[in-house]
């Protein structure tokens, strides 16, 4: 399913955007309502996140202005406001489901997939680089079809670099990723995950395929390029 996270906080944009795709969906960002409107009219979402208070139009215009253009993906706000009054609101601008802030990501996750059953559409469930498969249903990671032995950090760092392989994640990311925002990890933990993870997949015969950008971080590449 492709869903559209619409939030001017970019920060909290970036995590929602990881933890959906971690989780099978096909994601964009816009941060801002008009360009929100404009990417729905130019894509098709199955799913709209938005936030109430978005700078030049809010979510609450921008659920009311696509749903009187006949959008019929599911649509969940996101808001601070959480009075009765803010909540029908929101609702009968064309909202399918509401989320306070602040909630955990599994909440989010769990409404997502609540509208994605009405949608009846099934999502990616396996991502791939190389011989490299990351299987979402089952939380898995494998090389040439032999699942790797991974801990739980382990997996959320090789499966952030699977899902945008060539593309540099800088360490700071990483450690909120797999850590958590706010975690007091030092680079070197860090790295000696990463000796980790390369250890496990030299052992299952994929060498190379983690790439150390110096000075920023990793990015998995093609291990003879």
């Not at 944009?13 to 929100?36: N, S």
């Not at 959480?82 to 989320?99: F, N, Q």
């Not at 011989?131 to 990671?141: G, M, N, R």
């Amino acid at each position: 399913m492709r869903v559209l996270i619409a939030e001017d906080d970019e920060r909290l944009a970036k995590m929602l955007r990881l933890h959906l795709e971690r989780a099978g969906y096909q994601v964009d960002v816009a941060h801002d309502g008009v360009t929100a409107i404009e990417q729905c009219q130019t894509f098709r979402y199955d799913l709209l996140v938005l936030d109430w208070m978005m700078p030049y139009k809010s979510g609450i215009e921008v659920a009311t202005e696509l749903r009187g253009e006949r959008f019929e993906g599911g649509i969940l706000m996101l808001t601070a406001r959480d009075t009765e009054i803010d909540l029908v609101h929101g609702l009968d601008s064309g909202a399918d489901d509401y989320l306070v802030k602040p909630f955990q990501a599994n909440e989010l996750l769990a409404r997502l997939r609540a509208l994605s059953r009405r949608q009846k559409k099934a999502f990616v469930s396996v991502v791939s680089y190389q011989e490299l498969e990351l299987d979402i249903t089952t939380q898995t990671i494998s090389y040439a079809h032999h699942p790797l032995d991974l801990t739980r950090r382990e997996f959320e760092f090789l499966s952030l670099l699977l899902r945008r392989p060539e593309q540099v994640m800088g360490r700071e990311l990483i450690i909120e990723i797999v850590w958590g925002i706010g975690a007091d990890i030092t680079d070197n933990a860090l790295d000696a995950l990463v000796r980790l993870v390369r250890k496990k997949l030299d052992a299952a015969g994929a060498p190379s395929l983690i790439k150390t950008v110096r000075g920023f971080g990793y990015r998995l590449g093609d291990p003879h390029a």
